[in-house]
């Protein structure tokens, strides 16, 4: 699924280039907690969150993060936001909930991740 479609289905707010809405998102994974996404995350995968720390944005040096979804209206501050723009990681916010959010992405065939 595209990111643009996500961002359709998730009626999100695009926080980076329109240049990234083209990029294929093979699957997701939805958390809160940074040890859950380090050792779940196995593959190449947006994550779904509600953390908007520095953190969040490191992770994907150390997993391939393709984009990340900030949940419950939640939008990083400038600083990160230009970090993801460091590395190419696209970005949007969506008023919905985490649970809400991985249900619409679900039903229209966005697949969990495997851990």
């Known amino acids: 699924m595209k990111l643009k479609k996500i961002a359709e289905l998730l009626e999100a707010d695009i ?29 190449p995968t947006i994550l779904l969150t509600g953390l908007t720390n520095p953190q969040i944005v490191r992770l994907s040096d150390m997993i391939d993060l393709l984009g990340i979804i900030f949940v419950r209206g939640k939008k990083p501050p400038q600083e990160i936001m230009d970090m993801a723009k460091e590395r190419n990681l696209p970005m949007i916010s969506t008023a919905f909930t985490l649970y809400k959010s991985s249900g619409i992405l679900y039903n229209n065939g966005l697949r969990s991740c495997k851990i």
């Open 15 to 43: 926080l980076c280039d329109e240049i990234h809405l083209e990029k294929e998102i093979p699957c997701a994974f939805g958390s809160d907690l940074i040890s859950d996404i380090l050792m779940c995350t196995k593959e």
